[in-house]
């Protein structure tokens, strides 16, 4: 689906920055949203900026990148909207953009907002990133992102493992099956499984009540 272009003209455009000095004019604003995404470029010949919405597929972002490399974007401030930013960060960093990935909180101290609208909010994204006044969040590498998410994805499993083992003596508690201790060294040591456990001192009561 082709993008929604709407263009301002040099004149609006530099009675919009009047006041604020322009340190960077190839920059890009971009306003995230779960189905579309809305980008703030200056115009090819450099007279003015323009705004386009893209999809939120990767084909799409793909599009978005060959939009702001034909606009001779250097670089392009998102907000660190939810998980809306992952892939859009991702597609353009890899096409060579920089991204600098903005806290919400820094853009809603800035005063002069106009109304809160996507054209209007990537629009002010871009003209605060113009002027310098926007400062991005730590990003990793990918190999650190790769490395954390695998991290964090095993002390998940860790966790969820001792809920769930916590629910088996629960319902070993209320079945009067007394082999709580049981439960707990064989799963720790990682050499059997706590249901086989169980059935041998189903078959042992002596043992069973020795634990």
Known sequence: ???????????SSRRQLQGLPVIRRNVAGIDLGSERHWVCAPTRDGSGREIASF???TPELLRMAEWLKARQVESAAMESTGVYWIAPH???EGQGLQVLLVDTRQ????????????PSDCEWIQRLHSCGLLRGSFRPEEAVCMLRT???????????SGD???RMQKSLDQMNVRAPCGVRHRWGDGNGHPARHCRRRTRCPEVGAAA
């Open 55 to 57: 999809g939120a597929t």
């Open 107 to 118: 853009l809603a101290r800035v005063p002069g907002r106009d109304k809160k609208t996507d």
């Open 150 to 160: 695998l991290v964090r994805d095993k002390a998940n499993l860790v966790a969820e």
């Open 164 to 166: 769930w083992l916590r």
């Open 1 to 11: 689906m082709p993008g929604r272009e709407n263009r301002e003209t040099g004149e």
């Open 90 to 92: 991702e597609v353009l």
